[in-house]
T-cell receptor, first 115, second 112 residues
Framework: NAGVMQNPRHLVRRRGQEARLRCSPM?????VYWYRQLPEEGLKFMVY????????ESGMPKERFSAEFPKEGPSILRIQQVVRGDSAAYFC?????????????FGSGTRLTVV | QKEVEQNSGPLSVPEGAIASLNCTYS??????FFWYRQYSGKSPELIMF????GDKEDGRFTAQLNKASQYVSLLIRDSQPSDSATYLC????????????FGQGTRLTINP
């Protein structure tokens, strides 16, 4: 039973390029959450999605960042025109239902480095 | 006031002793509370959750919840060097309690 699958594990982008991070939730999970973790800091909520719907994007920067969770395929977090400050670990998590019951299962993360 | 606050540490505890980790939260309506462990360079893993006031024990771990004081704690008994990690407190918050808000984490070091 595969857990939450994220790819790539490491991603290097030059300033101004686009970064695409992918996340496949655990089988049977329909709730996906994206978090960002800067070095030596905690996890910061970015966005919560269900299939084809963005439920809560209160943590997403207003510009350059977008997320989707299509009917078929993985959830995608897209960062356009990356800047050095976007360098961080991006974690995806999934849950069977709203997190109030069982918490989340996290993927291994994507470490984004902007050079 | 931060939504979820933890002492960032580092907290240093001798092997075999009890490690005590604390967390406070701002939303009095929160109902679900979680402790995650994160090793350096790895992803967070869930180790305990608690919903009701009082204590909940699982092996060497005990979670304690006091909703009146908006306080959650994690005790680790018989600490082992392998317990050295960052411990993240998470609280269910938001409209309809749909997301976990994490504290900044407490770095714990168990000294042999």
């Amino acid at each position: 039973n595969a857990g939450v699958m994220q790819n790539p594990r490491h991603l290097v982008r030059r300033r101004g390029q686009e970064a695409r991070l992918r996340c496949s939730p655990m089988k049977g999970h329909s709730h996906v959450y994206w978090y960002r973790q800067l070095p030596e800091e905690g996890l910061k909520f970015m966005v919560y999605l269900q299939k084809e719907n963005i439920i809560d994007e209160s943590g997403m920067p207003k510009e350059r960042f977008s997320a989707e969770f299509p009917k078929e395929g993985p959830s995608i977090l897209r960062i356009q025109q990356v800047v050095r400050g976007d360098s961080a670990a991006y974690f995806c998590a999934s849950s069977f239902d709203r997190a109030s019951t069982y918490g989340y299962t996290f993927g291994s993360g994507t470490r984004l480095t902007v050079v | 006031q931060k939504e979820v606050e933890q002492n960032s540490g580092p907290l240093s505890v001798p092997e075999g002793a009890i490690a005590s980790l604390n967390c406070t939260y701002s939303d009095r309506g929160s109902q679900s509370f979680f402790w995650y462990r994160q090793y350096s360079g790895k992803s967070p893993e869930l180790i305990m959750f608690i919903y009701s006031n009082g204590d909940k024990e699982d092996g060497r771990f005990t979670a304690q919840l006091n909703k009146a004081s908006q306080y959650v704690s994690l005790l680790i008994r018989d600490s082992q060097p392998s317990d050295s990690a960052t411990y993240l407190c998470a609280v269910n918050m938001g409209k309809g309690a749909q997301k976990l808000v994490f504290g900044q984490g407490t770095r714990l070091t168990i000294n042999p």
